[in-house]
């Protein structure tokens, strides 16, 4: 069975400055998918970012970027220029790419991310 | 206009009772799913449903029944209550079964459910 791992269980930034989530997964397949979602205090499960393990470039979206490592299978989730509205739990979450089949997501236990002045 | 909304947003019963939790969804997708988030934050698939056929099911007490009138709707009926059963549920939606692959799961609000 799959198994994603954040050890990080908090974690403080001061606005504009840059923090790095981490994220370990255990799986034996080949081809997935790995996403970071945000659920701030209002409870919403937001997708913050996603990456295609048969892609080698890394995704970004805005100011959030992940470093892919396959091999080592590590997903983290590095936040830029951090805002205010970034305060949140960050869950790193996993799926198989299961084509034409509904597959599961496996989350991370979170990241309690706070954002300081 | 919201994309997987459910109802309500807040349930409080006593233990014993039998409740619903409604999940609707007008993104058009053909799977829909329900998760809980314990009290420590943990967040684990339940069931999932394509086209109104239940296709994963992970280990949940059969006091849990979901139902799925068609396809844009998914509801969790649940008998019994017990104190453990006090949670968040979100429902979600994703689309499957359309040859392209890394299809999103959408979130709804979550529905906070606490047992007295």
């Known amino acids: 069975a799959q198994t994603v791992t954040q050890s990080q269980p908090e974690m403080s930034v001061q606005e504009a400055e840059t923090v790095t989530l981490s994220c370990t997964y255990d799986?034996?397949?080949?081809?997935?998918?790995l996403f970071w979602y945000k659920q701030p205090p209002s409870r919403q499960m937001i997708l913050v970012i996603r990456?295609?393990?048969?892609?080698?470039q890394n995704a970004t979206e805005n100011r959030f970027s992940v470093n892919f490592q396959k091999a080592a299978k590590s997903f983290s989730l590095k936040i830029s220029d951090s805002q205010l509205g970034d305060a949140a739990m960050y869950f790193c979450?996993?799926?198989?790419?299961?084509?034409?089949?509904?597959?599961?997501?496996?989350f991370g236990t979170g990241t309690r991310l706070q954002v300081t002045l | 206009d919201t994309a997987v909304s459910q109802t309500p947003k807040y349930l409080v019963t006593q233990m014993g009772n039998d409740k619903s939790i409604k999940c609707e969804q007008n993104?058009?997708?053909?799977?829909m799913y329900w998760y809980k988030q314990d009290s420590k934050k943990f967040l684990k698939i339940m069931f999932s449903?394509?086209?109104?056929?239940?296709?994963i099911n992970e280990t949940v007490p059969n006091r849990f029944s979901p139902k799925s009138p068609d396809k844009a709707h998914l509801n969790l009926h649940i008998n019994s209550l017990e104190l453990g059963d006090s949670a968040v549920y979100f429902c979600?939606?994703?689309?499957?079964?359309?040859?392209?692959?890394?299809?999103?799961?959408?979130f709804g609000d979550g529905t906070r459910l606490s047992i007295l």
């Open positions: 979600a939606s994703s689309q499957e079964f359309s040859g392209v692959g890394n299809q999103p799961q959408h």
């Open positions: 799986t034996s397949e080949s081809d997935y998918y």
């Open positions: 990456q295609e393990a048969y892609k080698q």
């Open positions: 979450a996993y799926r198989d790419a299961l084509t034409g089949t509904a597959s599961k997501l496996t």
């Open positions: 993104l058009g997708h053909d799977t």
């Open positions: 449903y394509n086209n109104k056929e239940l296709i």
